[in-house]
């Protein structure tokens, strides 16, 4: 049977690291990850997006990669990543690479070369300046390094060991074209791209994001590669709206398939810490923006709905009460899984993962958490405030090991693993919930099958979205309809109780145990009426 169209993929984002571990080093790797498709298979996905295994030394975990060619010998080998793609492709689920196209490793032969003097063919393919302006570094500190051998600065907008690739140089380019094509050769879907809407930048007037080769970069570079095949692209934007969005998506400027954007997680961010402050969260500022990308031209749009990402923190944490963690994981999931779009799962939303436990400063791995301990000191943070402001908001707390049972090592390793995050309260792992029909992964898996089966699936791909309730600031409630057909959601994203509207239909999906007159804390109906 010829695979469908990417409109079809639910999508499960796997952190490599923190995935599986087979070889006991404490680290998640390829065979680890073969291991678990059975399990993947399950649960109903139909495409792998795998953060960055390439060579890499790691300082910002695999995001900075070494070689585009060659999987770390920490994850496994070239023929591990064969095996997965075909054991994969063999149950229906297709392997997404995650790209990291904005920026190499220090240790890149590429810059290794270019480094060494100006006349160097790989200098040109980064950036260099003799007199560096003020920019910073997202992880802390000037976005410029200085580099003896040729007396320049070069530009890193991450951490000093990620040198900014050149996209201005064509050699370059077509160096990482021919990249992403070897892997599309080797039989992968397609590609997550890291940081994408940086590759416009122009330096000298401090424009990062959205510059003025983006989209031009973008559609050559869909030319060259991904675009010949039958593919699936999501771009990484931390600074489109969802206007510019379609910029991106619309299918007649030939860009990618879809983007990640991050407003509804900034909605929340403090005017001063930023995202290591959020202030309250507030249901309705939320609702509001994801709603606003529903309603965008759908012959233009193409949405991307997840709420978890190695980047951050537990939405559970961040965004409910954690003595409903059961009834508010599902309804996370219900509430917008019949939106317009790709849902993406994140390793252990499934099951209802939340924040480590950090029991102090040195337990952190991530060196953008490593940084922030002294600037949000600098900033005017205590010790004791700026140790509390990680333990909510560090991206480690999304990279804790996958909790595949309750007994030491969480099933993840038999070593000790590389971040840990402490024990979670019982119940809350995949050994656990599995044995449980009414588990956060029961419910997972019954929410799957519905979102793939007819009459449901052309529903939610091609159906008109309209709010409802609006006045009701706590709901997420929505109706999605095709020919007279529709799906109906109603949540209630809060701790309080409320009386529940009268819904004519059938209902498909549901939280609590049995149905009452009432809508209580996190529950969420999904109701289907013909
Ligand atoms: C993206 C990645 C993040 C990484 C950064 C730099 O935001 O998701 O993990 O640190 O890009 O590559």
Redesign the pocket.
């Known amino acids: 049977m010829a695979h469908s169209h990417f409109q079809d993929d639910i999508v499960y984002q796997i952190y490599p690291r923190s995935f599986q571990d087979s070889d006991g080093d404490g680290i998640g790797d390829l065979k680890g990850i073969i291991s678990r498709l059975p399990y993947l298979k399950k649960l109903g996905v139909t495409a792998l997006w795998l953060?960055p295994c390439f060579v890499s030394p790691m300082e910002?975990?695999g995001?900075?990669i070494a070689d585009y060619y060659h999987i770390d010998p920490i994850f496994g080998t070239n023929e591990d990543m064969d095996e997965l793609i075909y054991e994969a492709g063999k149950r229906g689920m297709r392997i997404v690479l995650d790209m990291?196209l904005?920026?190499t490793s220090k240790e890149h032969e590429w810059f290794k070369k270019g480094r060494e003097s100006v006349d160097n063919p790989y200098h040109e393919f980064y950036i260099w300046s003799k007199t560096p302006n003020d920019i910073q570094s997202?992880?802390g500190g000037s976005a410029w390094e200085y580099n003896e051998a040729t007396q320049e600065y070069y530009f890193h907008l991450?951490a000093p060991g990620?040198p900014d690739l050149n996209w201005d140089s064509q050699k370059m380019r077509e160096a990482l074209y021919d990249a992403c094509n070897y892997w599309l050769e080797k039989g992968v879907y397609g590609f997550r791209l890291?940081?994408i809407e940086n590759i416009g930048k122009e330096i000298d007037k401090h424009i990062i994001q959205n510059g003025p080769t983006l989209h031009e970069r973008l559609h050559e570079l869909n030319r060259n590669t991904f675009g010949k095949y039958d593919s699936i692209t999501i771009g990484?934007c931390?600074c489109a709206d969802h206007n510019t969005r379609l910029l991106y998506t619309d299918p007649s400027r030939e860009e990618l398939s879809m983007v990640f954007l991050f407003n509804d997680w900034g909605a929340f961010h403090d005017p001063y810490y930023g995202k290591w402050k959020c202030r309250p969260f507030d249901p309705h500022i939320y609702r509001d923006i994801i709603y606003a990308r529903q309603q965008t031209d759908p012959a233009k749009s193409w949405d991307t709905i997840f709420w978890n990402?190695?980047?951050l923190p537990r939405a559970l944490n961040r965004y409910t009460d954690l003595n409903y963690r059961k009834e508010a994981a599902k309804m996370l999931f219900a509430s917008t899984l019949f939106l317009r779009g790709t849902p993406f799962i994140y390793q252990g939303d499934e099951i209802g993962m939340v924040n480590g436990h950090f029991a102090s400063i040195k337990d952190f791995r991530d060196i953008?958490a490593i940084n922030h301990y002294q600037i949000l000191q600098n900033m005017g943070m205590s010790e004791e405030e700026a140790k509390a402001a990680l333990d909510k908001t560090a991206?480690d707390n999304g990279r804790i090991p996958m909790r595949w049972n309750s007994r030491k090592g969480y099933g993840f390793t038999k070593g000790t693993p590389w971040v840990d995050g402490g024990k979670d309260e019982k119940g809350f792992s995949v050994s656990e919930e599995e044995k449980d029909p009414t588990s956060i992964l029961s419910f997972y898996k019954e929410a799957i099958a519905l979102w793939k089966k007819e009459p449901y699936r052309t529903l939610i791909r091609e159906g008109s979205f309209s709010p409802d309730y609006l006045e009701m600031t706590d709901w997420i409630a929505y109706t999605r309809m095709l020919n007279g057909k529709r799906l109906r959601v109603i949540a209630n994203f809060s701790t309080n109780t409320y009386p529940k509207p009268d819904i004519p239909g059938k209902v498909l999906l549901h939280n609590y145990l049995e149905e009452t007159d009432q809508l209580r804390p996190y529950e969420v109906y999904v109701f289907y009426v013909d």
Do not use: L
Request: proline fraction near 0%; glycine fraction near 0%.
């Open positions: 953060s910002d975990m995001y900075d990291v904005n920026h997202t992880f991450y990620q890291d940081v990484e931390w990402n190695h980047d953008e991206r």
